[in-house]
Structures are given as C-alpha cells and as structure tokens.
C-alpha cells in the first residue's frame, strides 16, 4: 500500500517533493533537484535516518530545541547541497572546534555537528566524524580520507562528565611570583621553577607537551592546577615551562598542546 503526498522542502528554491508512505513502519522523503540524490527516511521510533545516492550515511536518533530528527535531516541536506553546487567533494572534512565539539565541514561551511543524536558503529566522536565524512565522500563519487586530511583533526578523550582534546590549539600564556608558594589544584605547592601547568578540564597528573608555533620550541609540563581563567587561553604554563618555550617577555604565545599520558 502506498499513499502519495507532497511536501515542500526550501533548498535555496522551493522544491516540490513526493512523500510515499511505503509501510506503517516508516516514511519516506525523497529530495530531488540535481546530482546528488539524496533523502530521509522518517522511522518508526521517530528517528530520521539520512541516504545519499541510495547509501545510508547516518541517523539522527532524537531532535534538539524545537527540530525534530526529520527538521534536522532536512537541514543538513539543504546545506549539503548548497555547498556543492559550488564546492568540491574532497574539501569534506572532519573538524574540532575550541570547544572540542567533531563537526564535519566543507571548506570554512560547517555542514553537521556531531551530537549524542547521532547513531555511528564507532564510540568515540573522532571516529564517528571519520567515518561519516568518509561515508559521504563514498556516497558522492569522493576518495576516503587520508592520513595528512586529518592532521588539524583534534582526538577527545571519554571520562566521566568531561570531554577534553588530546590534540588542541590555542593561546598559551604563564603565571610566576604571584602563585608561587600557594597551593595547586592538585594539593601539591605551586613552584613557578618546576615544569608544571594549568588546565581546566585535563586530569590533575597529566603529562602534556607543549609547542610554540611561532618557534617551535617545546616542552613537556605536568598538570597541577586548574586554570587559565581568561576567555580564549587554553593552558597556563609555569615560568620555567614558559622559557623552556620562549615567551616569558610574549607573556602569550600560540602553542599546541598533546596529551602524553
């Protein structure tokens, strides 16, 4: 039995669509205007599982604020689409942003943010974001990633509560005289002449190294503290730390932080 209606869906235009009710299960919307194909399906458990070209790529399993799974489905094959009418496949890639939310993005456009809705084989964010660029590269003709396409791509590391980057850029600055001799975060006594840093989520006895970008001097600190406070920085090294890196006088320096241990 099938049941033929129609729904309008905004891809820049106003398209006009057919929606085939195929059984009680599940409904399903197809979306077309030029290559590629691409369509949800809304399920019976209200999840909106998306295809592109007949390939499933991935389901939204909940909505969020006032979108449904299929408001968000809809949405992301409308940014779909409108970045490739004038974008290429290969600039499809996985990204982190500071807060280390995985997002996938062509060029500077973000075109899905991955989110707990989301249903992957993978466990972890940074492979579920791999797995789905490389799904619809897959599905649009595109070559899987390689290992160079991900090297900006930030690892997130699982405990409880919090979710922190394993692989983070951002502003470093350092902190001396005024905390030296006061208690860390961590109960030891803060010693601005030991290589020990600040961070706010990474576990207190975490090994870190740390580069500056600007000279590519490094070192490797040990996380006592919690810290810095100041929007947009993203650890606080000691001094000693901060002239093992070459920006004591700087005071802040663009580094790159990894998560050793």
């Not at 989110?115 to 084989?121: G, Y």
Request: aromatic share 8%; hydrophobic share 35%.
């Amino acid at each position: 039995m099938s049941i033929k209606l129609l729904n309008k869906v905004i891809l820049g235009t106003i398209i006009t669509t057919n929606l085939f009710i195929s059984s009680a299960d599940t409904a399903s919307a197809k979306i077309f205007k030029h290559k590629p194909q691409a369509h949800y399906t809304l399920n019976k458990d209200k999840s909106a599982t998306i295809y592109i070209n007949d390939q499933e790529i991935f389901k939204y399993t909940q909505g969020v604020d006032k979108f449904s799974p299929g408001d968000r489905a809809k949405f992301f094959i409308a940014r779909l689409k409108k970045y490739l009418k004038k974008n290429k496949i290969k600039k499809i890639k996985p990204s982190t942003n500071q807060k280390c939310t995985y997002q996938i993005k062509g060029e500077n456009e973000v075109l899905l943010v991955l989110d707990n809705a989301i249903q992957c084989d993978k466990t972890y964010m940074d492979e579920k974001a791999v797995e789905i660029t490389n799904k619809i590269r897959k599905a649009l003709g595109g070559k899987k990633l390689k290992k160079k396409d991900l090297k900006n791509l930030r690892y997130i590391r699982k405990i409880p509560g919090i979710d922190y980057c394993l692989l983070d850029t951002g502003i470093a600055s350092w902190y001396g005289d005024k905390f030296h001799g006061k208690q860390a975060a961590d109960g030891s006594i803060y010693n601005q002449y030991e290589m020990t840093a600040a961070h706010k989520t990474l576990p207190l006895g975490s090994k870190v190294k740390v580069t500056n970008l600007k000279n590519g001097k490094k070192c490797i600190v040990k996380i006592t503290d919690r810290g810095p406070f100041v929007k947009g920085r993203i650890i606080d090294l000691s001094r000693a730390a901060a002239q093992k890196v070459e920006m004591i006088s700087s005071g802040i320096a663009e580094v790159k932080i990894e998560v050793l241990d």
